[in-house]
């Protein structure tokens, strides 16, 4: 998921489980960063430019509708991320590789948690 898409929901976020949900978007923040860093570094290794727009974040107006857009990236961050696998993988970096591999990973693994939190949610208090 996008830096910018947690810092929104991080500050959006409202109601009783505000301070929860706020925890669960800054926490993506620093391996979102550390990523970013990363792939800067090796597209610049490989010659290219680093890519510096920013996806937009889907309006969202409760925390169910930004725990979907949440959803919604994981789900792109992992297609997008197992790309650029089979292209490490193509052009033999295998540490490139790994760390993308990594990667998906990480977005596999917030996609289930973010699955967990919103499972029953209409069962929950508005
Ligand atoms: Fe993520």
Not at 14 to 37: H, K, M, V, W
Not at 48 to 68: F, I, K, Q, S, W
Not at 98 to 108: G, K, Q, S, T, Y
Request: contains cysteine; aromatic residues 4%.
């Amino acid at each position: 998921m996008a830096i910018g898409q947690s810092l929104t929901h991080a500050a959006k976020a409202t109601g009783p489980e505000r301070s929860q949900l706020a925890e669960f978007s800054n926490a993506e923040i620093p391996d979102e960063t550390a990523r970013t860093q990363s792939l800067a570094k090796k597209t610049v290794a490989y010659g290219g430019e680093p890519n510096t727009e920013a996806r937009d974040v889907p309006h969202a107006e409760t925390n169910r509708d930004m725990l979907e857009s949440v959803l919604e990236a994981e789900k792109k961050a992992i297609e997008d991320c197992s790309e650029r696998v089979e292209q490490a993988e193509a052009i033999g970096d295998v540490g490139l590789q790994v760390a993308l591999e990594d990667n998906v990973c990480d977005e596999r693994n917030h996609y289930e948690e973010t699955m967990q939190i919103l499972k029953n949610w209409e069962l929950q208090p508005a």
